[in-house]
């Protein structure tokens, strides 16, 4: 009897879940809108200035004191090798949690907290341009909005940091 | 789940225990009589032994079983302390060891033919029935004492019976006479083979209002080594550990209505508070716990400096309004308060360096036994107490620089006999705080080191031109800590492979501490180390680098200068030179190294810090200087990557991320070196 009502809740709490999808924390660079899974994303704050990392790729702009935490920041932009913007109050950059290192991203600006089932993710297509899709989980599709799903753990694959400081020895 | 939990508490408690066989066994050696360090010993094994069997591992259980025999023989004089008997002993410890170590690494122990060995031999020691030598102090001739208990004027209202007293002495020898002369004077006289202190137990029930004074007599004279009792709790305590059943002379008290019930659970409770205040008064915390404690006070305290900033700022503002004085003192206080909270979070990671130089104690009587010499290591201020962290790295270096006394430092009986030395060389091992460091000695009283023979070596490898006459005996002795350099004339197996000086000095550098050295020949050699108190607090200097500020150890600093023009000269146009008084240094961009923008270029305009690394100087230019500053570390790969050059992280006064500079590997980039 019991192990049944344990079964009962299991599938509701699947059914709710999948009523909603998954969560994803939206967010604009340079007018592309972008999610990330909400369950990574600890806190967004916003920009007061970094302290500057020597001889780490330029992507890495630095890192910031969170309440007593040393946090390195990358910038999106340069990743994507996209133009750069200059920093102001309204940047901001969102604090995520990776393979249990904490990490900041700078975008644009925050959009919205959106749910998205398996059938509104479609695959990442091919491109034409020469365009690296190896971060990109998928596209999400909701009424008029295109959001492009990042792979949080492969935009931030320390092996690229490392890379690039055993360039400098 | 529960089996992990009681392995993780066997190993923990294991680990003291090996170290206390160890020190016990190596102690014992010199002291071969001391049965309190034989049951010291045996309590060792035995709580190994029960921790074992609670974890499951029987191995561990069987094999120090035949440990606690020995000891067990020892115990009851059924066995003597023999030299090969300590050293198969220790063998023992070794194997026990070895299990341990197998524990934490894979949960289990394999069967080993040497254990069996090593068992074997124990074996074999149990059946040596040896006879006792006479010479025991503790089974003594007979003597004769004189007891007299004397009634205080007021005592006599107490209705003294002495009788259960005389039937308790006359259990520990004979009684020749008892004397009653008047109601308030007894005269016991004892023939006994106890020691003394067997007969002052007897009393320590013994209300203040009676004297007593044991007296031993041979013959007629009276030997004037007289003993009052004490009933204090000192005796309380040599009571509690001694054999004798002290509740049955309470008993015999309280039935006889000597002393009161609550007197007697007093007295009882007292030995038993004893007993707990020994074993209760540490804990074990995780060191995690601690680091986090550490991390969080010193959040708390730049949280709090900011605050404090803040309110400056408003005082300023509103200077005629009192509330904002008031904020100020407030905040002020709290600061002072959180200040002093860091402080003593930073003591709880503080140990006692005694436990890692016991250690030692075990080294050098191994190989000073293998080398046949014959060496006594002492120790001074094992007290001084340690950041954790610096202690257990500072294990390897020590054992090292100990390692090279004994086998180079210390002569043979022989040589040292030729001149006219004690036979037995010494090391001192001594430790000491002096202001933010804690300093670390070393020294022999042996031959001394050889200058010549550093010259020579240190030519055959390029590390000087000439014979070295153009140095001073400070270089020659610091060439030591050059890759390469020994002076040993043939190569053991400890030490004269001449690696090794070079990496102890790294380590200690990495430890941000110094090593110094001085050597009279002849009459021996010391080592210097000079350490942080810990290693989550570096002493800094603060530098701005363009828009960046960057934290160098103020330990590597030796100067800050600001050149002339005329000072500068380069070379081949491009490396660049620093006079500093009378020395050329080389110049190190810090803006260059690591590609910062700055306007300031000109060295003449900037400033420049005079550092030193592994006993090599340079220069480094900064653009200013902002002053000192105590910083808490954080590691910067806890979320990012180690940045080559950065040794960590702190936190400035305004909240801002500030770099450490790892001046050691700075050197090396700077010169391309790996």
């Given at each position: 009897?019991?192990?049944?009502?344990?079964?009962?809740?299991?599938?509701?709490?699947?059914?709710?879940?999948?009523?909603?999808?998954?969560?994803?924390?939206?967010?604009?660079?340079?007018?592309?809108?972008?999610?990330?899974?909400?369950?990574?994303?600890?806190?967004?704050?916003?920009?007061?200035?970094?302290?500057?990392?020597?001889?780490?790729?330029?992507?890495?702009?630095?890192?910031?004191?969170?309440?007593?935490?040393?946090?390195?920041?990358?910038?999106?932009?340069?990743?994507?090798?996209?133009?750069?913007?200059?920093y102001?109050?309204?940047?901001?950059i969102?604090i995520?949690?990776?393979?249990?290192?904490?990490?900041g991203?700078?975008?644009?600006?925050?959009?919205?907290?959106?749910?998205?089932?398996?059938?509104?993710?479609q695959?990442?297509?091919?491109?034409?341009?020469?365009?690296?899709?190896?971060?990109?989980?998928?596209?999400?599709?909701?009424?008029?909005?295109?959001?492009?799903?990042?792979?949080?753990?492969?935009?931030?694959?320390?092996?690229?940091?490392?890379?690039?400081?055993?360039?400098?020895? | 789940?529960?089996?992990?939990?009681?392995?993780?508490?066997?190993?923990?408690?294991?680990?003291?225990?090996?170290?206390?066989?160890e020190?016990?066994?190596?102690?014992?050696?010199?002291?071969?009589?001391?049965?309190?360090?034989?049951?010291?010993?045996?309590?060792?094994?035995?709580?190994i032994?029960?921790?074992?069997?609670?974890?499951?591992?029987?191995?561990?259980?069987?094999?120090?079983?035949?440990?606690?025999?020995?000891?067990?023989?020892?115990?009851?004089?059924?066995?003597?302390?023999?030299?090969?008997?300590?050293?198969?002993?220790?063998?023992?410890?070794?194997?026990v060891?070895?299990?341990?170590?197998?524990?934490?690494?894979?949960?289990?122990?394999d069967e080993?033919?040497?254990?069996?060995?090593?068992?074997?031999?124990?074996k074999?020691l149990?059946?040596?029935?040896?006879?006792?030598?006479?010479?025991?102090?503790?089974?003594?001739?007979?003597?004769?004492?004189?007891?007299?208990?004397?009634?205080?004027?007021?005592?006599?209202?107490?209705?003294?019976?002495?009788?259960?007293?005389?039937?308790?002495?006359?259990?520990?020898?004979?009684?020749?006479?008892?004397?009653?002369?008047?109601?308030?004077?007894?005269?016991?006289?004892?023939?006994?083979?106890?020691?003394?202190?067997?007969?002052?137990?007897?009393?320590?029930?013994?209300?203040?209002?009676?004297?007593?004074?044991?007296?031993?007599?041979?013959?007629?004279?009276?030997?004037?080594?007289?003993?009052?009792?004490?009933?204090?709790?000192?005796?309380?305590?040599?009571?509690?550990?001694?054999?004798?059943?002290?509740?049955?002379?309470?008993?015999?008290?309280?039935?006889?209505?000597?002393?009161?019930?609550d007197?007697l659970?007093?007295?009882?409770?007292?030995?038993?508070?004893?007993r707990?205040?020994?074993s209760?008064?540490?804990?074990?915390?995780?060191?995690?716990?601690?680091?986090?404690?550490?991390?969080?006070?010193?959040?708390?305290?730049?949280?709090?400096?900011?605050?404090?900033?803040?309110?400056?700022?408003?005082?300023?503002?509103?200077?005629?309004?009192?509330?904002?004085?008031?904020?100020?003192?407030?905040?002020?206080?709290?600061?002072?308060?959180s200040?002093?909270?860091?402080?003593?979070?930073?003591?709880?990671?503080?140990?006692?360096?005694?436990?890692?130089?016991?250690?030692?104690?075990?080294?050098?009587?191994?190989?000073?036994?293998?080398?046949?010499?014959?060496?006594?290591?002492?120790?001074?201020?094992?007290?001084?107490?340690?950041?954790?962290?610096?202690?257990?790295?500072l294990?390897?270096?020590?054992?090292?620089?100990?390692?090279?006394?004994?086998?180079?430092?210390?002569?043979?009986?022989?040589?040292?006999?030729?001149?006219?030395?004690?036979?037995?060389?010494?090391?001192?091992?001594?430790?000491?705080?002096?202001?933010?460091?804690?300093?670390?000695?070393?020294?022999?009283?042996?031959?001394?080191?050889?200058?010549?023979?550093?010259?020579?070596?240190?030519?055959?490898?390029?590390?000087?031109?000439?014979d070295?006459?153009?140095?001073?005996d400070?270089?020659?002795?610091?060439?030591?800590?050059?890759?390469?350099i020994?002076?040993?004339?043939?190569?053991?197996?400890?030490?004269?492979?001449?690696?090794?000086?070079?990496?102890?000095?790294?380590?200690?550098?990495?430890?941000?501490?110094?090593?110094?050295?001085?050597?009279?020949?002849?009459?021996?050699?010391?080592?210097?180390?000079?350490?942080?108190?810990?290693?989550?607090?570096?002493?800094?200097?603060?530098?701005?680098?363009?828009?960046?500020?960057?934290?160098?150890?103020?330990?590597?600093?030796?100067?800050?200068?600001?050149?002339?023009?005329?000072?500068?000269?380069?070379?081949?146009?491009?490396?660049?030179?620093?006079?500093?008084?009378?020395?050329?240094?080389?110049?190190?961009?810090?803006?260059?190294?690591?590609?910062?923008?700055?306007?300031?270029?000109?060295?003449?305009?900037?400033?420049?810090?005079?550092?030193?690394?592994e006993?090599?100087?340079?220069?480094?230019?900064?653009?200013?200087?902002l002053?000192?500053?105590?910083?808490?570390?954080?590691?910067?790969?806890?979320?990012?990557?180690?940045?080559?050059?950065?040794?960590?992280?702190?936190?400035?006064?305004?909240g801002?991320?500030?770099?450490?500079?790892?001046?050691?590997?700075?050197?090396?980039?700077?010169?391309?070196?790996?």
């Amino acid at each position: 009897m019991k192990d049944d009502t344990y079964d009962y809740i299991d599938d509701t709490f699947d059914n709710m879940v999948s009523s909603e999808g998954d969560q994803y924390v939206t967010f604009t660079v340079a007018e592309e809108e972008y999610g990330i899974d909400i369950l990574q994303v600890q806190e967004i704050i916003s920009y007061k200035g970094f302290t500057k990392i020597p001889n780490v790729s330029s992507f890495v702009k630095g890192v910031l004191n969170l309440r007593g935490a040393v946090v390195p920041v990358i910038d999106l932009r340069i990743k994507f090798k996209m133009e750069e913007k200059k920093y102001n109050k309204y940047t901001v950059i969102v604090i995520v949690v990776v393979s249990g290192k904490t990490m900041g991203i700078i975008v644009d600006a925050v959009s919205d907290v959106v749910g998205l089932n398996k059938n509104e993710i479609q695959p990442t297509p091919e491109f034409a341009a020469k365009i690296n899709t190896d971060f990109i989980k998928g596209m999400g599709k909701k009424k008029d909005s295109f959001i492009i799903l990042l792979d949080i753990e492969k935009i931030l694959s320390f092996e690229e940091f490392q890379q690039v400081s055993a360039i400098i020895k | 789940m529960l089996d992990n939990k009681l392995a993780n508490m066997f190993l923990m408690e294991i680990e003291e225990m090996i170290v206390e066989l160890e020190e016990g066994l190596v102690s014992l050696e010199k002291n071969p009589l001391n049965y309190g360090l034989i049951n010291q010993i045996f309590r060792a094994a035995h709580t190994i032994k029960g921790g074992a069997g609670m974890a499951g591992y029987f191995l561990i259980v069987d094999f120090v079983h035949v440990m606690e025999d020995i000891l067990d023989k020892l115990r009851s004089k059924k066995l003597t302390v023999t030299k090969e008997m300590i050293s198969e002993l220790l063998k023992a410890v070794d194997v026990v060891k070895q299990m341990k170590n197998e524990i934490s690494s894979k949960d289990s122990i394999d069967e080993n033919p040497s254990y069996q060995i090593i068992q074997d031999n124990l074996k074999k020691l149990l059946q040596n029935k040896e006879e006792i030598k006479e010479s025991l102090p503790e089974i003594l001739v007979e003597k004769q004492y004189e007891i007299i208990l004397k009634l205080k004027p007021d005592g006599l209202k107490l209705n003294f019976d002495p009788n259960p007293l005389i039937e308790e002495i006359s259990k520990i020898g004979k009684i020749t006479s008892v004397i009653n002369p008047d109601p308030t004077l007894w005269n016991i006289l004892l023939k006994t083979k106890e020691p003394i202190s067997a007969i002052k137990n007897i009393f320590l029930f013994i209300s203040d209002d009676i004297s007593i004074t044991i007296q031993e007599i041979s013959g007629n004279a009276v030997i004037p080594a007289k003993a009052e009792i004490q009933s204090d709790s000192t005796t309380l305590e040599k009571k509690a550990e001694a054999n004798f059943s002290d509740k049955k002379i309470g008993e015999i008290l309280l039935e006889e209505g000597k002393i009161t019930e609550d007197v007697l659970q007093d007295a009882l409770s007292k030995q038993v508070s004893f007993r707990e205040s020994k074993s209760s008064s540490f804990i074990r915390v995780d060191t995690e716990k601690l680091d986090k404690l550490v991390n969080l006070v010193g959040e708390l305290v730049t949280g709090v400096s900011q605050i404090s900033g803040a309110a400056h700022r408003v005082k300023e503002k509103y200077i005629a309004d009192t509330d904002s004085d008031d904020l100020v003192t407030s905040i002020e206080s709290l600061d002072q308060i959180s200040r002093d909270l860091q402080e003593q979070v930073m003591l709880v990671r503080m140990v006692p360096v005694e436990f890692t130089f016991n250690r030692f104690q075990r080294l050098v009587r191994d190989i000073a036994n293998e080398l046949g010499k014959k060496i006594n290591l002492e120790m001074s201020g094992t007290e001084t107490e340690l950041d954790k962290n610096v202690i257990e790295r500072l294990s390897d270096p020590l054992n090292h620089l100990i390692r090279n006394c004994v086998d180079h430092g210390i002569e043979t009986p022989e040589e040292r006999r030729r001149f006219g030395k004690d036979e037995t060389g010494k090391i001192f091992l001594k430790a000491m705080q002096k202001g933010g460091n804690i300093i670390i000695e070393i020294s022999d009283d042996g031959k001394g080191i050889n200058r010549a023979k550093i010259c020579e070596a240190a030519r055959k490898n390029g590390l000087i031109a000439g014979d070295g006459s153009q140095l001073t005996d400070n270089q020659i002795l610091n060439l030591i800590f050059e890759p390469g350099i020994s002076t040993a004339e043939k190569i053991t197996d400890l030490s004269g492979r001449g690696v090794g000086m070079d990496v102890v000095r790294r380590n200690i550098e990495d430890l941000r501490g110094r090593i110094d050295i001085s050597s009279i020949v002849g009459k021996g050699t010391t080592f210097t180390i000079w350490l942080p108190l810990t290693l989550a607090i570096i002493d800094g200097m603060n530098v701005q680098v363009g828009t960046e500020i960057l934290t160098v150890p103020l330990l590597s600093i030796i100067e800050q200068i600001r050149p002339k023009k005329k000072d500068i000269k380069t070379v081949e146009g491009k490396g660049e030179l620093v006079n500093v008084r009378g020395t050329y240094f080389p110049l190190v961009r810090l803006h260059e190294l690591f590609h910062f923008q700055t306007d300031y270029i000109d060295p003449t305009k900037a400033l420049v810090l005079v550092l030193e690394s592994e006993g090599r100087h340079f220069c480094l230019m900064v653009d200013n200087v902002l002053g000192e500053q105590q910083a808490v570390i954080k590691a910067l790969d806890k979320n990012f990557i180690k940045i080559d050059g950065i040794s960590g992280a702190t936190i400035l006064g305004d909240g801002k991320i500030s770099l450490i500079l790892d001046i050691h590997r700075l050197e090396k980039i700077a010169f391309n070196k790996t």
